[in-house]
């Protein structure tokens, strides 16, 4: 299989937060961004940047910004198919997604899904251990380019639900193990924030 390219999936509201991009917020002194693309751009061909509204927002970031493909903010799954539409230009065959907002992602994400995909699944879902309790993190994902015309069909119909319609392709999981600091921890509100400083300060 050939390396992967990978999107970063930033196109959200972030409502939980109050607005704005998430991926801005400071933490440790550096961006959530800025993170979140040090872990991800080594295991990856290539990288992009999920997002909407104005996206002349990003120039900083050296990244090329893909707007949903579907109006009216329909979540990850737009990003989804907005990565798989960028990753056929780049005459790729699959993309691996992250979220914006989890700055401890594992450094071998793509090599496990990878390993994973050697059954011939075409969409591989990362999932890890919480608290005793397995955990699938549907945003994480390598996703088989051929599966892009069925996404953009399922979300002209209302399809919404990452991990179903994954499901609904023969998704198999990539399990992870879960150390001290969970690396699927994602960011949602400012108490996630205050709790991830934390784990930077360790």
Known sequence: MKQPVGVILAGGQATRMGGGDKGRLRLG???LLSRVIERTAPQVAALALNANGDLARF???GLPVLPDPVAGFPGPLAGVLAGMDWAASQGADHVVTVAADTPFLPEDLVPRLLLAAESGAPIVLASSTVEGRETR???FGLWSVGLRDALRAALER???K???WAEQQGAVLARFPSGPVDPFFNINTP????RAEEQVER
């Open 191 to 194: 108490e996630d924030l205050a």
């Open 162 to 164: 990452v991990g179903l």
């Open 59 to 61: 120039s900083d970031i």
């Open 29 to 31: 002194g550096r961006s």
């Open 137 to 139: 993190h549907p945003t």
């Open 158 to 160: 209302g399809e919404r």
